[in-house]
């Protein structure tokens, strides 16, 4: 058997409820303004941005230092199997 919820569990809940509601209602606005003038969703600008600034805050944060890709080029030696170093 559960325990009663709280007041304050009770109401959180119910803002929980309001958040996603509010979301969905502004998602749809924004998709039918959005084709009305002919411009893609904003809400994927938004998302990209969000993905952007959180990407930067993590390296930041764990200071994390963005890895470089060095390719070989043609006239680099190869390996041991095709007879270079």
């Known amino acids: ?30 998709a039918l303004v959005t084709a009305v003038i002919g411009i893609p969703p904003i809400t994927l600008a938004l998302r990209r941005i969000r993905r952007a ?9 764990y200071d994390a230092v963005e890895a470089e890709v060095i390719d070989p080029g043609p006239d680099d030696t190869g390996g041991p199997e095709e007879g270079g170093i």
């Open 53 to 61: 600034i959180g990407d930067e805050y993590s390296r930041g944060y």
């Open 1 to 30: 058997m559960t325990q009663p919820a709280t007041a304050w569990e009770a109401a959180c809940a119910v803002l929980r409820g309001l958040r996603a509601v509010l979301v969905l209602v502004l998602t749809a606005a924004d």
